[in-house]
């Protein structure tokens, strides 16, 4: 297995897929990276500990997918749920 920076691994992931697929990888992409962002620095200067932050993403990605509309949607709906 090849060591990938984050961009470059994008790059490759984004080039498998066309059109609205697409599109709907790139916005969920975009939404890991940022709800990883934003609990990094919740951890930081908030003095809290890490935890799983897939429960954070499954609350924001229905405001993506709102935002977004279908492209995300399309995606989020292939994608099992852990409870």
Do not use: Y
């Not at 399309?74 to 852990?82: E, G, H, K, Q, T």
Request: positive net charge; proline residues 2%.
């Amino acid at each position: 297995m090849e060591d990938l920076s984050f961009d470059k691994w994008w790059a490759k992931a984004s080039g498998r897929v066309d059109g609205q697929v697409r599109k709907g990888l790139n916005s969920i992409i975009i939404l890991g990276a940022w709800s990883i962002w934003k609990h990094r620095n919740h951890c930081v200067f908030d003095v809290i500990l890490p935890n799983l932050i897939i429960t954070a993403m499954t609350c924001s990605s229905g405001q993506w997918s709102l935002a977004a509309g279908a492209r995300v949607s399309r995606l989020l709906a292939l994608v099992p749920l852990v409870a």
